[in-house]
Every structure is written in structure tokens, then in C-alpha cells.
């Protein structure tokens, strides 16, 4: 009862195993495999994809900003060339002196004239809202905002901007006085920036108002995407802002407070350090990518905030995307997983059943399967196995009469051998004399067999001796062909490195051709800077009062110069690059010689070890001289023993007529006796079981 209850808890335990280790977990394992792989590199892609977009729209939009920044600039520089004008002309210098006041008519007419020029110039250039021109007091002043004659307050207005010693600071961002003379103190919203610069005799100030609605416009046209703020912020902290929402988004901005002045991302940027960069920050419960652009001419930051949600949006879509399809490919891997699994089941158990009948003696079974796979020829081979299982039961049926003839011929040879036996017995006296003469020469045979024994063992010692040098020889050669290869691969490295050198000496001649041609056109700036600026000087010092112009000119030509020492600047900057390359190509060459170096020794440590292996196969040569001194000894035992073995062929000789008549008759005996033997055991052991196994089998 018990071993039952050990057998069946065996059984559970194989079934369990064979249910893990089934072909149905298999083959769904062997789906899931490459769908594991799919997820890795699924989120690999999607790592990869967000940083390479997070890099790409940084680098996009910091250009953009730049570019903002650029063409403000550009807008100012259009601004200060219009003030300049207005500065220096001769004809206002004679109305802001005064020159003409005793003629009331020609100071009319020179207003008059000069209000439609800056009218004119407002009207030309979008980014301009006002032009005014304030004179000292007693002269009436110039504006294109003012619809009456207004007396000029030059002294007033200088104390009451911001000064850098006796000039006025060129850009600002607001002026009070003239806004409240204007009456334009609710307007001030129309400007946003004023460039102001003081005439030539200091005796009026031109100011010329940046329109708040061109910039407005143009940081508009700024789209970084949905939800993304976009501002305009002086250095005094008055903001132009655009918010850009999508259709039914609640703004997140409060109106009247500022948005970038005063916030901590915004007061950590050091314009010192760098004028344009990004970083990112939480504004408003968010995570944003804050980008600013900083003007080196009018200290103004154009500055965006943009939502992080928006960078990595399509590398969260191709996430969304890989996650789906790799459910997909599951779904539908686990779906023709179970349905050829469960084929391959159902073929199995069909198989498995016919199958379990024969085994039962039932050999009129045909299996057969389902498909047109590799069951079907199982079930084939099946089939014929047990077409051939029946005719080999029916020949053992035919067998079984051939049976009892043989046990007949069993009960005659028992009387034969009782014959011969007699015969046996006279035969064995005679063979026991010679017997014994036969023995002491045996024993002298077995002790020249031993010495023969102990020096083929010496032998045996002196091969093992060889094989181990032998052995010892094949690893120092496979040692000697890694040392050759690692040679191999330093001599590759040496070569990528020569080809590096190469490629830096390249870059450093084209450096060099680029630096040739920066250093022509800077000396032809320097000298028609040179001439331009004497002729200048000269002509101005002529002309006296009236070529006051001139000192504008060569004002001009001195900025010129500037820019020929920031050409010299970008100069610099060439052979800083040039020189890096050069010890590059240094660190380089540096390089190859290590690594010659280490080829060096490499070849240093291949000629150690051959020499190794040559002491080794000396050493082997030796051992074979002694394996051959060995053999010429057991050769010479070797003829004692054969002395010995002729003794006693003699012997054997002597007794060869009695054995003769021993050997025929035993030839007889054993012949019979075997036969019986075996027929006797065929007889005992197969019959009963024989009929036993042919009567379970149905055919």
C-alpha cells in the first residue's frame, strides 16, 4: 500500500514537471524572447528620440532667439543712424543755436521743414513711434507728437534723464518729462525703448520712441508652440508679453504683474558670462525651458518660456506607439503560439494513444495525424513500425514447430557425450607428465618476462615525461600566437592613429589659408582706414566751425577701425584653433610612438618564448634517446625469453601425441557439449515466454 502512494506521488511529480518543461511554455517562451528584446529597444529608441529631439529644439530655438535678438538690434541701429542724422545736420545746428531768430519767418520754415522730415521718417520705419527734437528754452521745439508750438526745456530734460558724465545714456526705456510736457503721460504704453543722443554744440537732444506695437507684432510672430510665452524686457524691468494658447486654454498669466522681471531664472542671468542660454525651471506649478537672448546694444532680453510637454511630445508619441505595438505583437504571438501548440497537442495525444494500444498487443492500429507537418511522416513511420511488429509475430509462430526438433537433437548428443568422456580419461594421465616438465620452464619464462616488464615500464615513465614537455611546447606556441596577434592589433592602432595625425595636418593648412585671407582684407581696412581718417582730420581742421561735419566723418572712420581690431579679434581666435590642432596632431604622434613601443615588446616577448620552446625540445630529444637505450634492453631480455619459450616448445612437443588424441576428442566433446548448452537455455528460458508475449498480440 505504501510503495502505491510513494508511486503515485512519483507520477504527480513527473506530470508536474512535464507540464513546466511542456512544448506549450516553450514555444511561448520562445515568442516572448524577441518581444522582450522589442521592449528594450522600444524604450531605448524612446530615450534616445527624447533627448536627441530635447537637443535639436534647444538648439533651434536658442538660433531663433538669436536671431530676434539680431534683427532688433538691427532695427535699433536704423534708429540711432536716424537720430545721428538729425544730430549733425548743419541746418538744425543754425536752429538749435538760433541763428536765425532775428527772422521769425525763417525759423517757421525751418520747423516746418524738419517736422515733416521726422514725420516722414516715422512714417518710413514701423518701429518708430515718435520723433522729437528738444531745444533750449526761447526755441520752439520739434515733435511729431506735439500739435502745437512748444517751447523747448533742453536743461530740464538732461537733468532729468540718466547721464554717463556730461552725455545722456543713448537707450532708455522711459522719460517722465517729456512725457508729462507732452501730455503723454497716458501714452506711455506706445513706446517701449528711446535712443536720445545730444547734438553737436550740446544745445538740443534728439529722442526718437521705439513703438511698443512693432515689437508686440514681432515677438507675435515668434511661435514656439502652444503655451509658450514670449517676452520683451528692458533693463529697467517694462515688459511687452505674448502668450500663446490654443483654442479654448485658460491663460496662466496675471494681467499687471511681470512675468520674466523679477523672477529668480530671470535675475541669475549674467550677462557678463554669456548673452544668450537656457535652462530649465517651474514657473506656475510647470516644468518650462527658459531661453533668453540678451542685446549687447541695448541691454533689452528677449526671453521665452516654453513647456517641457511640448519638446518631448512626439518622442511620447513613438513611445506610445512602441508600447502599443509590442502589446500587439504579444497579443498576437500568445494567439499562434496556442494554436500551434495546441495542434501540435492534439497530434501528440492522437499519436500518443494508438500508440499506448499497440503497446497493449493490438498491432491492427493505423495512426494517423492531422496537417502536413513532420506528425504526419511520425505517423507514417509509426504505422509501418507496427506493420513490421506483425510479421515478425508471425514468423515466431512458425518458429515454435521448429521447437521440438530441436529438443530431440538435444537427447542425442547426451548419449554422445557420454562416449567420448571414457576416451577423455585414458587421454589426461598422459598429459600430466608432461605437464610438469612443461611448468619449471614456465617459471623460468616468467622471470625474464618481469625484468622485460620493469624496463617497459621505465619506457612508459620516459613517454608520460615526453608528453608533459610536449604539451608544455604546444601552450608556449599558443601563447606565442596571441603575442603575435596582440602585435597585430597594436600595429592597427598605430595605423589609425598615423591616419589621425594626417587628417589634423590637414585641418591646420586649411586654418592656415583661411587666416592668410583674414589677414589681407584687414590690412587693406587698416590702410584706407588710415587715409580716410588723415584726410579727415585735415579736412576738418580747414574748415574750422563749419567743418564740425567732418568730425562726425571721422568719428565714423574710428568705428571703422573698431572693426578692424575685432577682424584682428577673430585673427586670434583662428590660431587659438590652429594651435589645438597642432597639439592634437602632437598628442597624436605621441600615441603611435606608444604604441610602437608596445609592438616592441610584444616581438621582445614572442622571441622569450620561442626560446623557451626550444630549451623544451631539447629536453624532449633527450627523453627520446633514453626511451631508445630502454627498448635495446628489453630488446636483450627480450632473446632470454624466447630462449626460454624454445625449451619449452620441446616439451610441448613430446606431449603433442597424447594431446593430439585429447584435442580431437575434446573438439568432439565441446562442439556437442555447446550445442546442448545452448539449445538446452534457448529451450528452459524462451519457450514459456515466447507464448507467453505472441498470445497478447492480435493480428
Not at 514537471?17 to 524572447?33: P, S
Not at 607428465?433 to 614456465?442: F, L, Y
Not at 630529444?621 to 627498448?631: F, H, K, M, Q
Request: aromatic share 6%; with cysteine.
Amino acid at each position: 500500500m505504501r510503495k502505491n502512494r510513494e508511486g503515485t506521488k512519483n507520477n504527480a511529480s513527473k506530470e508536474k514537471e512535464f507540464m513546466i518543461m511542456g512544448i506549450r511554455n516553450k514555444v511561448i517562451l520562445c515568442f516572448l524572447v524577441p518581444i522582450a528584446f522589442m521592449i528594450v529597444i522600444g524604450t531605448l529608441s524612446y530615450q534616445k528620440a527624447a533627448k536627441g529631439m530635447n537637443d535639436k529644439y534647444q538648439d533651434s530655438t536658442m538660433q531663433a532667439m538669436h536671431m530676434a535678438t539680431e534683427y532688433i538690434d538691427m532695427s535699433c541701429r536704423f534708429i540711432s543712424s536716424e537720430a545721428l542724422k538729425y544730430a549733425f545736420n548743419s541746418d538744425l545746428s543754425r536752429y538749435f543755436l538760433g541763428l536765425s531768430s532775428d527772422d521769425p519767418y525763417e525759423m517757421s520754415q525751418l520747423r516746418d521743414s524738419y517736422k515733416k522730415d521726422i514725420t516722414t521718417s516715422r512714417a518710413g520705419n514701423s518701429f518708430i513711434s515718435n520723433i522729437h527734437i528738444i531745444t533750449m528754452e526761447g526755441i520752439y521745439m520739434i515733435s511729431t507728437s506735439a500739435t502745437t508750438n512748444m517751447d523747448g526745456f533742453y536743461s530740464a530734460y538732461v537733468e532729468s534723464v540718466p547721464c554717463s558724465g556730461k552725455n545722456v545714456v543713448n537707450w532708455i526705456d522711459s522719460h517722465p518729462l517729456l512725457d508729462e510736457k507732452l501730455a503723454l503721460n497716458k501714452k506711455t504704453d506706445q513706446y517701449i525703448l528711446a535712443y536720445q543722443i545730444q547734438s553737436q554744440a550740446n544745445k538740443a537732444c534728439i529722442v526718437i520712441d521705439v513703438s511698443s506695437a512693432a515689437v508686440e507684432d514681432f515677438i507675435d510672430s515668434m511661435d514656439l508652440g502652444e503655451g509658450s510665452i514670449v517676452g520683451f524686457v528692458t533693463p529697467n524691468g517694462r515688459e511687452l508679453v505674448n502668450e500663446r494658447l490654443a483654442d479654448g486654454q485658460v491663460s496662466k498669466l496675471t494681467e499687471g504683474e511681470n512675468v520674466f522681471f523679477g523672477q529668480d531664472f530671470f535675475a541669475d542671468i549674467n550677462t557678463e558670462e554669456s548673452r544668450e542660454g537656457f535652462c530649465q525651471v517651474d514657473y506656475s506649478g510647470e516644468k518650462y525651458l527658459f531661453l533668453y537672448s540678451v542685446s549687447e546694444k541695448t541691454g533689452t532680453t528677449i526671453c521665452a518660456l516654453v513647456p517641457m510637454s511640448i519638446i518631448t511630445e512626439q518622442a511620447q508619441e513613438i513611445k506610445n506607439m512602441t508600447y502599443g505595438l509590442v502589446i500587439l505583437a504579444c497579443v498576437i504571438a500568445l494567439i499562434v503560439g496556442l494554436i500551434i501548440v495546441s495542434g501540435i497537442q492534439n497530434n501528440m495525444k492522437h499519436i500518443s494513444g494508438k500508440l499506448g494500444e499497440v503497446a497493449r498487443g493490438d498491432l491492427t492500429i493505423k495512426v494517423t495525424a492531422k496537417g502536413h507537418d513532420e506528425f504526419r511522416n511520425l505517423a507514417g513511420s509509426a504505422t509501418n513500425m507496427i506493420s513490421n511488429t506483425k510479421n515478425l509475430v508471425n514468423k515466431v509462430n512458425h518458429a515454435t514447430d521448429q521447437l521440438e526438433s530441436s529438443a530431440k537433437e538435444v537427447e542425442r548428443a547426451s548419449n554422445v557425450i557420454n562416449d567420448y568422456s571414457q576416451e577423455i580419461t585414458q587421454a589426461v594421465s598422459g598429459i600430466n607428465e608432461g605437464m610438469s616438465k612443461q611448468s619449471e620452464h614456465a617459471r623460468e619464462c616468467v622471470s625474464k618476462t618481469d625484468v622485460l616488464s620493469n624496463e617497459i615500464q621505465n619506457v612508459s615513465r620516459i613517454v608520460e615525461k615526453v608528453g608533459k614537455l610536449v604539451n608544455e611546447t604546444e601552450d608556449m606556441i599558443n601563447q606565442g600566437m596571441e603575442i603575435v596577434q596582440l602585435l597585430g592589433e597594436r600595429a592597427e592602432a598605430t595605423t589609425q592613429m598615423t591616419e589621425k595625425v594626417g587628417t589634423n595636418i590637414d585641418s591646420l593648412r586649411k586654418k592656415s589659408e583661411t587666416i592668410n585671407s583674414f589677414v589681407g582684407m584687414i590690412t587693406e581696412i587698416s590702410e584706407q582706414t588710415n587715409l580716410l581718417s588723415l584726410n579727415a582730420s585735415i579736412e576738418a581742421a580747414r574748415a574750422g566751425a563749419a567743418g564740425k561735419g567732418f568730425a562726425v566723418v571721422a568719428e565714423e572712420i574710428r568705428k571703422l577701425a573698431d572693426d578692424s581690431a575685432r577682424a584682428a579679434g577673430e585673427i586670434s581666435d583662428n590660431v587659438t584653433y590652429i594651435s589645438a590642432q597642432t597639439m592634437d596632431s602632437v598628442d597624436s604622434a605621441n600615441q603611435a610612438m606608444e604604441m610602437v613601443a608596445l609592438q616592441t615588446q610584444a616581438v621582445n616577448k614572442v622571441t622569450v618564448v620561442f626560446r623557451e620552446m626550444q630549451q623544451h625540445m631539447n629536453e624532449l630529444v633527450d627523453g627520446l634517446r633514453e626511451i631508445a637505450e630502454g627498448t635495446k634492453r628489453a630488446d636483450s631480455e627480450r632473446s632470454d625469453a624466447v630462449t626460454a619459450v624454445k625449451n619449452i616448445s620441446g616439451i610441448i612437443e613430446e606431449t603433442a601425441g597424447g594431446a593430439e588424441t585429447v584435442r580431437e576428442v575434446a573438439d568432439k566433446l565441446l562442439e556437442n557439449v555447446e550445442n546442448l548448452s545452448k539449445t538446452a537455455d534457448m529451450l528452459g528460458e524462451n519457450m514459456d515466454s515466447l507464448k507467453a508475449e505472441i498470445s497478447v498480440f492480435k493480428v
